[in-house]
């Protein structure tokens, strides 16, 4: 599987600390590029990647042989798999972050103080970003995109399983970088599959990295986060809850209940607990639990539960603790709004949790005291989505409170500076 | 100078690490207080200071006589010392932080979706602060108080040589807390002075400190911004600089550059460096650089402006990259804007710069292209200070760009979650 790209691994700190560099030296022009040549570059890249669709499929075929050889399983080689189709998703979605509104220089608050001064809080560039992903070409396009037009470099390190992929679609993002006359250093990606250069990264190139974002598995975050000495935009899991109140529509909560759970079980988005009201039990606790059964869910039940729900397995202590990211929901009652808070706050990954409920002060209860990035009432978990938020692509979902929380777009891939106005004045 | 609270050093890991779980559980209870219990609180704390005169002023003689035995320096003896005037002042600066107003559930921003979801950022508590500093008194009510407002358990470790009067301090903050009925450990003092309790924060409390923040002289803000194992908020230095336009109205420029360099030098805000464009030479260079010999201020020059005017001494590299903090300041001449800026982007710490100029396609070049904290036009660099942009008290000035940036008010102590209302929704 050794490829062009492959160097020796004692090369490997050497060349990271120079990537390092060169994503430095790119960071002041790109801070300074006006939104005009920013978003020129982007549509280049689109019609690169378009122009390029053979390479890029030729590309993709060496990796999907290397992975046939090493014997990939069966979902692993579908997420490396480029198809022309695909190949016109990853331009769309170029060319759809190239339309988003350019953040760099937006006034977010403005004040004027008492002697005269306007003090204005601006976006700037964040600085360089590490993107650290598995073997899916396309986050190369979607986190080389996305940090360019927020004005930041980033550095990409990519699976080694899709590395064939990932170059051939680097070269693409870099000919719009190009045509439109910003550095080429704005988007570099790994050339090397050893995975020393990971750990040169989480040591953060000498202070040339500012930021790192995990896109894969567990592992992988779990790695990032614990090693990284840089900060770190990333959730481990998604341990997502919804509580059911005595209070809620029938109705809604069971459609609410099928689609957090259902929809798509292998979002970080998706329903892993149901918690629901002890005073429902009578009334919404069988048919929310025979429409997930019905919709192919397997429940893993409390022992209250089990009594009045036969077709269920109990529930372990582990069970509250799992994202089963699979047709399977832990459920338990719990004693109104305080119990289901409790509970949350004791097993939640602090990522998405969703109330049913018509009674007001019960949903704000529930919205003040617990701690998680998103909170949602009468709607399905699965809307914890960059895209739903109306924020556009998104590099993922950070469940940390500092700087970035929830979904990570393109204004969370910022800082800001104060622009301070005065006409001559000194401080008494 | 061992006193009540020492401890012997190999119980400070221990004890380190009962104060991390101990502000951890107290994180919750304070991030669901409500603004009036917090308030009550605050007033509290004022009042128990101004109440505990006497025992403050036993504590801070028992400091004032070990420092005399240490041979302390008298700047650091004029810092360390309390009077019923500074014991007045501290009661002041908590109720005006009681006064602010109250940052957590505050909606930041809110949208509605095309789906109907209506959607809110609100503020929340950021977690648990670490305060490390050195022999200031004031900063335990300071600190503390600015924390408690923004809803975050506190942990105080103040240098050992004001450990007497810190802790005669804490005890009026905790009256408050608890007569408002909070948790005691909201705000918790770091009852020894072992430096080793220091190396347990930097470590982070295994998980239970979210943010550092250190107040005091460089060596303190290096040895925390290397070894600091969580996000760190501070800056390093003040390498602040002022640039004279040619385009200046010249009274303008005497006024500003005086006052930047000379209303107070020993502040993080004072201008290090000044930088005149080589088209105002002529015409702006003499009478600045004489208004501020006739203010005191030495002048170290580069070549150009040593050939212009004599009373000076010649600069060196190292000039340009002095945080003087003292009456100097090092004056270069410069190609217009953009050798200033060039200028400042190679040397300066980024934390705030100023331009004297009328033209305003210049100012928007310095404003846009230069990436610092702080940028001013037409006022004095005096102006970096969290109480003159109206934040009320601050904590510090911080230079990185994640999270917090600028002055660090109860604002940037914050973080935020969203809340999203619907009726009934579910994803497609």
């Not at 190369?140 to 550095?155: E, F, H, Q, R, S």
């Not at 790994?190 to 953060?204: C, F, H």
């Not at 409390?302 to 397995?313: I, K, N, Q």
Request: glycine residues 8%.
């Amino acid at each position: 599987m050794l490829t062009t790209h492959e160097k020796p691994r004692e090369d490997t700190a050497a060349l990271m600390a120079d990537i390092g560099r060169r994503a430095r030296a790119a960071a002041r022009p790109l801070a300074i590029a006006s939104a005009e040549r920013k978003h020129a570059s982007l549509i280049g890249m689109a019609d690169a990647v378009l122009r390029g669709e053979d390479t890029i499929l030729a590309a993709n075929a060496i990796d999907l042989r290397n992975g046939e050889e090493a014997r990939l399983g069966a979902s692993f080689m579908d997420r490396l798999k480029l198809t022309p189709a695909r190949i016109r998703d990853m331009a769309d979605g170029i060319r759809a972050i190239a339309e988003l509104r350019d953040p760099v220089g937006e006034v977010i608050a403005e004040w004027d103080r008492p002697n005269g001064l306007h003090i204005e809080r601006v976006r700037t560039p964040l600085g360089v970003v590490g993107v650290i992903y598995e073997s899916r070409p396309n986050v190369t396009a979607d986190a080389g995109a996305l940090c360019l037009k927020a004005g930041n470099p980033v550095i990409l390190r990519g699976g080694s399983d899709s590395s064939n992929s990932s170059a051939a679609i680097h070269a693409c993002l870099v000919e719009g970088l190009k045509a439109a006359k910003l550095p080429a250093d704005a988007i570099q990606l790994v050339p090397t599959t050893d995975r020393a250069a990971v750990g040169e990264m989480l040591k953060g190139l000498s202070g040339n990295l500012d930021v790192i974002i995990p896109r894969g598995g567990r592992s992988l975050v779990e790695r990032v986060q614990n090693e990284a000495r840089v900060p770190v935009f990333a959730h481990l899991e998604g341990i997502c809850h919804l509580y059911i109140d005595a209070s809620a529509k029938l109705d809604m909560a069971i459609a609410i209940a099928v689609n957090a759970k259902m929809r798509r079980t292998g979002i970080c988005g998706a329903a892993e607990t149901l918690l629901i009201d002890r005073a429902a039990a009578s009334t919404h606790l069988l048919p929310v639990l025979k429409a997930l059964r019905k919709a192919g869910c397997e429940i893993h039940a409390d022992t209250d539960v089990l009594a009045a729900f036969a077709d269920a397995t109990p529930a372990t202590e582990t069970d509250w603790f799992t994202e089963y990211l699979d047709a399977i929901i832990a459920v338990k009652l719990v004693d109104g709004v305080s119990g289901a808070i409790e509970h949350i706050e004791t097993y939640s990954s602090h990522h998405t949790e969703a109330i049913v409920a018509e009674d007001a002060a019960t949903v704000e209860r529930f919205f003040n005291e617990i701690d998680s990035a998103i909170l949602l009432h009468n709607a399905s978990t699965q809307f914890a989505d960059g895209g739903e938020f109306g924020m556009g692509a998104e590099i993922g979902i950070a469940t940390g409170k500092m700087h970035a929380r929830g979904p990570v777009g393109v204004e969370q891939l910022t800082s800001f500076k104060y622009r301070v106005r005065g006409s001559g004045q000194v401080r008494a």
